[in-house]
């Protein structure tokens, strides 16, 4: 059983995901890992049945699938966290005051800049753990209300799992569909997964 956490395991599974169709040269070189570690990682994939070898060409049996590996082994309730529901008029101001906390916002809230149909009010972010305490502090000035809001201490994000966006840093689609799954709310991004997979996957 291979760790999929590991950072070789989970840039090679990420690189399936966005790159459904490739070679393990390819993978190789893109994840600076050495052959053996990549077809060590292919083979598994193999034996699980989530990849297909066609000559060189490897083709994933449906990226979803690997997207939904993680939920056997990662929950994001499990994560350290700040929980709490608060009451606030203006939720982009209250997202730019917590950019100075060095947060990714994630989950739904990540899923807001990629896909224009998702309003959910709520925010998803991770932060680092030495400013738990402060954004702790900082949401305890809001009164309660409805707003959702979820701070977690992040576990593997890597830096390619960040992109920066309307000057905030934000979990990479690839990522934000991992945590969605995570959270058991992947349905609510099939139009993110459309998007990205529809000309391989036309009938997803």
């Given at each position: ?7 070789g395991?989970?840039?090679v ?29 292919i083979k ?24 939904k ?30 950019t ?41 000035e ?6 959702s ?8 994000l890597?830096d ?18 991992i ?13 993110l997964m ?11």
């Amino acid at each position: 059983m291979l760790r999929l956490s590991s950072s070789g395991t989970y840039q090679v599974i990420k690189q399936l995901i966005i790159h459904p169709k490739t070679t393990q040269k390819e993978l190789s070189e893109a994840t600076n890992l050495s052959k053996g570690r990549v077809s060590q990682i292919i083979k598994w994939l193999e034996d699980k049945r989530l990849i297909e070898k066609s000559g060189r060409t490897l083709e994933v049996v449906h990226p979803v699938e690997l997207v939904k590996m993680f939920v056997f082994t990662r929950s994001m309730a499990n994560l350290n966290h700040i929980d709490m529901r608060i009451r606030v008029d203006d939720i982009g101001a209250l997202m730019h005051r917590l950019t100075e906390k060095d947060v990714i916002f994630c989950g739904t809230t990540a899923l807001t800049f990629y896909d224009m149909y998702c309003t959910r009010q709520e925010l998803n972010f991770y932060c680092p753990r030495e400013h738990l305490r402060e954004i702790k502090q900082i949401l305890r000035e809001y009164p309660r209300g409805d707003v959702s809001i979820r701070a977690y201490e992040a576990d593997f994000l890597q830096d390619h799992d960040i992109n920066h966006l309307q000057r905030m840093r934000v979990t990479s689609e690839v990522r934000t569909l991992i945590d969605l799954a995570c959270e058991h709310r992947l349905d609510e991004a099939k139009n993110l997964m459309e998007k990205m997979w529809i000309t391989q996957y036309p009938k997803f």
